[in-house]
C-alpha cells in the first residue's frame, strides 16, 4: 500500500539553525500539506500546496518557514531560524484532490530545537 | 468557540465494552468529517470518514447529526489494541480542504 515518507525521523538543532524537513507523498497525490503537533497538543494545519505553489497558510507559517517541491517527488518545508517554539511533531500530508478527500499522514519528524 | 471540541478523556474501559466519543464542530459549513486514530508520538490514521447517513466498519459506527453539529464515534466489543487517542476531524471550506483537527479523546482499553 502506498504510504507517505518523511525524514528525518528525529532531528536536533540550535536555536537560530536553518532546518529542512522532507516528505515524500503518496505518487498520484497532486495536494501536499504540512501540519504540526506540539507535545500534548492538537495536531495544527500550517500550509497547503498545490500546483507548485502556496495554497493556503495558518498564522503559524510566518516568513520563517517556506515549503517547496524541488523535483517530482519531494515537498520540503525549510524553518530558516529556528526558535525553541518550534519543537514540535511535523507531519507531512498528500491527498489525490481537496474536495474531501482523505489526506494521509505520512509518519513525521520530531524536531527539538535547543 | 473552539473549532473542533472533543472530550479529551481518558475513557477507562474494560475489554470488550462498548465505548462512545462524540465532537462539535463550530463551522456549519463543513462538508467531511472524519474519525482518526493516533498511537503515542505516532501520526494521525484514517480510521473512518463520517457520512450524514451514518456508516459502519466492523466494530466501529460513526454517525453524524448536521443540525446540531455533532459527531459521534461508538466501538464495540473493545479490544486492548483499541487504546490509543482518536481525533475527531473536520474539513475547513479553503480552497483545499484543510483539516481541522480535536484535540482528541485518551481511551485506554483494561485486561
Known amino acids: 500500500e502506498p504510504e507517505v515518507t518523511q525524514t528525518p525521523s528525529h532531528q536536533v538543532t540550535q536555536m537560530g539553525q536553518e532546518v529542512i524537513l522532507r516528505c515524500v507523498p503518496i505518487?498520484?497525490?497532486?495536494?501536499f500539506y504540512w501540519y504540526r503537533q506540539i507535545l500534548g497538543q492538537k495536531v495544527e494545519f500550517l500550509v497547503s500546496?498545490?500546483?507548485?505553489?502556496?495554497?493556503?497558510k495558518s498564522e503559524i507559517f510566518d516568513d520563517q518557514f517556506s515549503v517547496e517541491r524541488p523535483d517530482g517527488s519531494n515537498f520540503t518545508l525549510k524553518i530558516r531560524s529556528t526558535k525553541l517554539e518550534d519543537s514540535a511533531m511535523y507531519f507531512c500530508?498528500?491527498?489525490?484532490?481537496?474536495?474531501?478527500?482523505?489526506?494521509?499522514f505520512g509518519p513525521g519528524t520530531r524536531l527539538l530545537v535547543l | 468557540r473552539k473549532e473542533v471540541e472533543q472530550d479529551p478523556g481518558p475513557f477507562n474501559v474494560p475489554e470488550g465494552a462498548t465505548v462512545a466519543f462524540n465532537c462539535t464542530y463550530s463551522?456549519?459549513?463543513?462538508?467531511?468529517f472524519f474519525w482518526y486514530r493516533q498511537d503515542c508520538r505516532k501520526e494521525p490514521k484514517l480510521l473512518m470518514s463520517?457520512?450524514?447517513s451514518g456508516n459502519e466498519d466492523g466494530r466501529f459506527t460513526a454517525q453524524l447529526n448536521r443540525a446540531s453539529q455533532y459527531i459521534s464515534l461508538l466501538i464495540r466489543d473493545s479490544k486492548l489494541s483499541d487504546s490509543a487517542t482518536y481525533l475527531c476531524?473536520?474539513?475547513?471550506?479553503?480552497?483545499?480542504?484543510?483539516?481541522?483537527f480535536g484535540k482528541g479523546t485518551r481511551l485506554h482499553i483494561l485486561p
Open positions: 463520517v457520512y450524514s
Open positions: 500546496f498545490y500546483n507548485n505553489e502556496i495554497s493556503e
Open positions: 500530508a498528500s491527498s489525490e484532490s481537496a474536495e474531501g478527500k482523505t489526506q494521509y
Open positions: 476531524a473536520v474539513n475547513d471550506r479553503g480552497r483545499d480542504d484543510k483539516i481541522i
Open positions: 505518487s498520484n497525490h497532486l495536494y
Open positions: 463551522n456549519s459549513a463543513s462538508q467531511s
